[in-house]
RNA sequence: CGGGGUGUAGCUUAGCCUGGUAGAGCGCCUGGUUUGGGACCAGGAGGUCGCAGGUUCGAAUCCUGUCGCCCCGACCA
């Protein structure tokens, strides 16, 4: 029994308030600030164990199984295999993967806790926070033939990470739900065709759970791999950024983000004279702006040090400039973080505030695993930067006079700067970009051979030649996208659930419950609306009308029926859109035709 | 992990500065009156003031430590 626009998870059968468990709270909970999170708790939908640990109420829950559906729809639509992997993993296979020490930070250790006694060893195992280093040696072992691909794996189950910094409720949490498949082909072309299929799957499963979604260029992260898009729903809330061009399309994470600032046509400036000067406690950039020195920031040379896998690093920035840390996985590091003060003075000769990269003048050059230079800061011409001599700085520096090893791109981008898009028969669009808060999910991957040659996930094909296959590796945050649209769909009274996936989709509100006539009709619209294809719920409680019509608003099914002694006395009941303020009076010998027909025209897509 | 906040009844909170019997609203229980947008009256139950030390005749209040939670940042679906 399928049906159109909504899914069928069971068979249904109209609920009664009175008979579910859905706890509705008069007062917004403490401990909630954005709306979306606050209207999960006020609506009942769920409730909150400790920091980003969540129960699914029963109707959360509902609504979570119709968006697992819906997803589980489109994915097998684009070829999608269901299966479920482990939660507990042998600590081996993560050892032997390519991203152990920077993925276990964030990874729970699910062994015996211990008699209490003797310290934490090395963990046996660990909670899956994703499942690449799971389903690469699964394939290895079950698939060793070009005949068996491509094949897509998906599961939907519960992940657990030991977020940094768990917040705003489902929105990152240690313990929540996603959808994650794993494309295996034989060819590069075939794995992007694996790519774009999942990309037609998730903009058809967003749009069915009405999401507003923009899908953007994307960092890869600790993923690794060769590119990356990220699906997300623009919100103030969201806790990434989004650049974009209004001309051109361009969108990217910020993270990934360039411009086309400094791209071309900066002239050569030739070397500086260098001369040194004493800055007595200057120890900014910004103090270096101000009198007696007036060096704007954008006429300065800024020094990071950083440490990569245990070695010291440079990054040379103009001073107006923000490093993107994420671009640093570029460089080949596994594990990157800020340098100490300690760490930096034995190398740079000056403690941070009079570093620079000048030649000759950095005290240990040799202890360095490289000097990478941001390419704007070609843009700063004849400029200032640090002497490596505690309280002296240079002036009259050009790019020319710097120890460089490398340049790239390792700035984060500013909004107003020109469009990096390049557009045939111009090098650039060169519109000025905007950048925007968005909430991200989905993300989807492709990854190209890094996991299956390390653990051997191999096949033979038809001229007996044996090649690693080319993967791919597509995440939707479920219980995230559950909060996405609450916090997308909702007004001053409650949420506004789409259609699609509302725990119930008509809410019978029978003022009278007492009263058998009244229960009477409740119940005969109920199963019209059911039988029309629509789930439903029957307000039975013996509430006062205020309190139930409030309860309603709150909940937000799309569709709301009312029944009462007022209405019935005029031989009418009456019918109302939660996204709308129309009340419709509808004849009680027209309801259950009326109330068929609404249902099915809703349903439809 | 760095920065900022906060912890008092199931929920929202007052009291803390200036130490002296812990208060309110919602919710809950009993009875009554109400009955189309979070009713009203009367009565009632419910708190070792996050935890542990300390100062003091006396600590929710002051001090120290610790834990939880919330927000900003780096990271993620």
Redesign the pocket.
């Known amino acids: 029994m399928r049906r159109r626009g909504g899914v069928v998870l069971v068979r249904t059968h109209m609920k009664f308030w009175s008979q579910t468990f859905i706890p509705?709270?008069?007062?917004?909970?403490?401990?909630a600030?954005i709306a979306s999170h606050q209207l999960l708790l006020r609506a009942g939908l769920v409730r909150k164990l400790?920091?980003g640990l969540y129960t699914y109420m029963p109707a959360g829950l509902r609504v979570i199984q119709k968006i697992s559906q819906i997803c589980r729809e489109e994915m097998e639509r684009e070829g999608g295999i269901e299966l479920a992997l482990p939660h507990i993993h042998p600590v081996g296979n993560w050892q032997q993967g390519p991203r152990w020490a920077a993925a276990r930070e964030i990874m729970y250790r699910a062994d015996s806790a211990g008699d209490g006694k003797r310290p934490p060893r090395e963990p046996e195992f660990v909670l899956g926070p994703?499942h690449e280093e799971v389903i690469t040696p699964l394939v290895k072992h079950e698939i060793t033939s070009y005949r068996d691909l491509p094949k897509n794996f998906y599961q939907i189950t519960t992940k657990f990470?030991n977020?940094?910094?768990?917040?705003?409720g489902l929105m990152?949490?240690r313990e929540?739900i996603?959808k994650d498949a794993y494309s295996f082909d034989a060819t590069d072309q075939d794995a992007m065709l694996s790519y774009h299929k999942m990309a037609k799957a998730y903009t058809a499963f967003f749009t069915r759970c009405g999401l507003k979604t923009i899908s953007v260029e994307a960092?890869t992260?600790?993923?690794g791999g060769n590119f990356s898009h990220?699906f997300m729903v623009p919100a103030p809330v969201g806790?990434?950024d989004v650049v974009y061009c209004e001309k051109c399309g361009y969108a990217a994470n910020r993270?990934k983000a360039t411009s086309a600032l400094g791209a071309e046509g900066i002239p050569d400036p030739g070397q500086g004279k260098i001369e040194e000067f004493a800055t007595p406690g200057v120890l900014t950039i910004a103090a270096l702006e101000a009198p007696p020195y007036g060096v704007a920031a954008d006429k300065q040379f800024k020094t990071l040090v950083y440490m990569g896998d245990g070695r010291p690093f440079l990054v040379v920035l103009r001073g107006c400039d923000d490093l993107e840390?994420?671009k640093l996985g570029a460089l080949g590091f596994q594990l990157w973080r800020a340098a100490t003060p300690e760490e930096i003075e034995p190398v740079m000769g000056a403690k941070p505030g009079s570093l620079g990269t000048v030649k000759g003048t950095i005290k240990n050059s040799g202890a360095l695993a490289g000097i990478f230079a941001d390419d704007t800061i070609r843009l700063v011409g004849h400029g200032t930067t640090g002497a490596n001599k505690d309280g002296f700085h240079l002036r009259d520096v050009t790019w020319r006079d710097l120890q460089i090893s490398q340049w790239g791109d390792y700035r984060r981008v500013r909004e107003g700067e020109p469009c990096p898009q390049q557009t045939i028969g111009h090098s650039c669009c060169g519109q000025p970009l905007k950048i925007a808060r968005a909430i991200?999910?989905?993300?989807i991957f492709k990854l190209g051979t890094k996991y299956s040659e390390i653990f051997g996930a191999m096949f033979t094909d038809d001229k007996k030649q044996s090649h690693p296959m080319v993967m791919g590796c597509y995440?939707?945050?479920i219980?995230?996208t559950m909060q996405a649209v609450v916090e997308q769909s909702n007004d001053a009274?409650g949420i506004i659930w789409p259609w699609s996936v509302a725990p119930w989709q008509v809410l019978v509100v029978n003022?009278d419950p007492q009263d058998s006539a009244a229960s009477d009709v409740a119940n005969k619209l109920a199963a019209a609306a059911e039988a029309a294809g629509a789930d439903v719920l029957v307000d039975d409680r013996p509430e006062?009308?205020?309190?139930k019509?409030?309860?309603a608003?709150?909940i937000g099914l799309p569709l709301r029926l009312?029944v009462?002694?007022?209405?019935l006395k005029e031989g009418v009941i009456?019918m109302k859109w939660r996204a709308g303020k129309e009340v419709r009076k509808v004849p009680l010998a027209d309801a259950e035709r009326e109330i068929t027909a609404t249902v099915r025209t809703a349903a439809a897509p």
Do not use: C, N, W, Y
């Open positions: 509705t709270l008069k007062e917004t909970p403490a401990d600030e400790g920091g994703t990470r977020e940094i910094r768990p917040r705003f990152r949490a929540f996603m960092d992260g600790v993923m990220e806790d990434d993270q840390e994420a991200e999910v989905g993300h995440g939707i945050g219980s995230r009274d003022l006062r009308p205020g309190v019509f409030k309860d608003d709150l009312t009462g002694g007022r209405g009456e």
